[in-house]
């Protein structure tokens, strides 16, 4: 299927009348500007400059220039036919110095938010998206229990100045990756592999998350306030007992490490043994403080893992086995749409939360620029079929209110640089010109476009 012979049996008309379609973005990935108006350094900017980390060498410094051409990306959201915008706000704009709120960092944002406003996109900011201030992983960052504080005083910041024109608030974004890909297999900032040390940090993470909430109700009145959450569907390799124990070991770790303590049912039992001595240390009402009510759940949907026994191999002793003759995306990524589908319902059957938003999905394509088009099927491809899937999904009465897609832009894809471009649109990094691909073409028409807006603008 071509963007030329989009799914024509797919149509907005489908999903639920008020349903919020996105795009979404993440702060260091697309903003750049990395010494502007007070920001200081992140864990981001010091990872990328340690030689060997970042995959062609590069980091977020400029990446999209986001923050002097956000009026055009903005524009482009508008003009996609979206309703809502979800973006990240940069702690190291806020905090500078890691005492005094930045009051430039804060102006930004308004403005940002602002534009939005202006174009009918509802804004939905996410409060972490990985790019932690330098300064406070100096002092032990994310596996410090002071953390949570200096989490606290940044999400107070910045719900007072925003709370009367932002009512969604996402507090982390995938608090796994934050942990895991952070401390345990260093592939991200701040590079750490050690078992108990992303253990402690994924708990301070969920901790923060819970003793945020009540902050953002205290500032925003009728705020509504949950966490994106990255899942993956895990599948064991074989129908054997060691398999199909390993499988539910690693989905132990992947989901339900997150799932279970923001539910309210505690770390799960099976990991806490598999684990012993890494074992997070939980103080009194801690478990209390993670299982707040929120209003929805966030899923950032990409791919399932099949799991294999493998006796010796992490605290797990599992490994992720790669199956042969499956569709993949450029980055290697399973394409499974009813992958979506099975961890919504699971969402819904298990847990319960009153609204689950899909907050993230997408994929990576090896994109070409031919004539001033990009024709990018295959995305076009996996967005017309996630959706299909998650309208059937809603038909079963799953409820989900919401569809984010990743990402508006190509952006800088953390530790793989500017290799992997995951956009709607298409970015020339040298030039900074912007190209709606094929693929956003198909979302905006499946949209419908906005009233008034009837052709794609001039960025
Ligand atoms: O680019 C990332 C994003 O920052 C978090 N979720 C997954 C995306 C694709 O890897």
Known sequence: MTNNAPDTALSRDGFPAGFTWGTSTSSYQIEGARHEDGRVDSIWDTFSARP??????????????????????????RALGTNAYRFSIAWPRIFGDGVTANAKGLDFYERLVDGMLERDLQPWPTLYHWDL??????????????????????VDAVTRRLGDRVAQWITHNEPWCTAMHGHMDGMHAPGIRDVASALQASHHVLLSHGLAVPVIRANV??????????????????????????????????????????????YPVDVLDAVRDAAPRIEAGDLEAIAVRTDFTGLNYYFPEV?????????????VVHREGVERTAFGW????????????????????????VTENGSCYDDVVQDGRVH???RTSYLVRHLAALRDTIERGVPVAGYFAWSLLDNFEWAEGYTRRFGLTH???????????????????????????SKFPQV
């Open 52 to 77: 060997g980390r970042i995959r062609d060498g590069s980091s977020g410094a400029i990446a999209c220039d986001h923050y002097h051409r956000w009026p055009g990306d903005l524009d482009i959201a």
């Open 133 to 154: 201030p330098q300064a406070l992983q100096d002092r032990g960052g994310w596996m410090a229990r002071d953390i949570v504080h200096r989490f606290t005083d940044y």
């Open 221 to 266: 009145p009728g705020a509504r306030v949950g966490a994106a959450l990255s899942l993956h569907p895990i599948r064991p390799a074989s129908d054997s007992p060691a398999d199909t124990a390993a499988a539910h070991r690693h989905d132990g770790l992947r989901n339900r490490w997150f799932l279970d303590p923001l539910f309210g049912k505690g």
């Open 307 to 319: 799991i294999a026994a493998a006796p010796g191999e992490g605290p797990l002793h599992a490994r």
């Open 334 to 357: 399973e394409v499974a749409p009813e992958g979506m589908a099975q961890l919504l319902e699971r969402i819904h059957a298990q847990y319960g939360p009153p609204a689950i938003y």
């Open 376 to 378: 990018d099927a295959q």
């Open 427 to 453: 970015v020339d990094f040298s030039t900074q010109e912007r190209i709606l691909k094929d693929s956003g073409k198909w979302y905006q028409a499946f949209l419908g476009g906005p009233a008034g807006v």
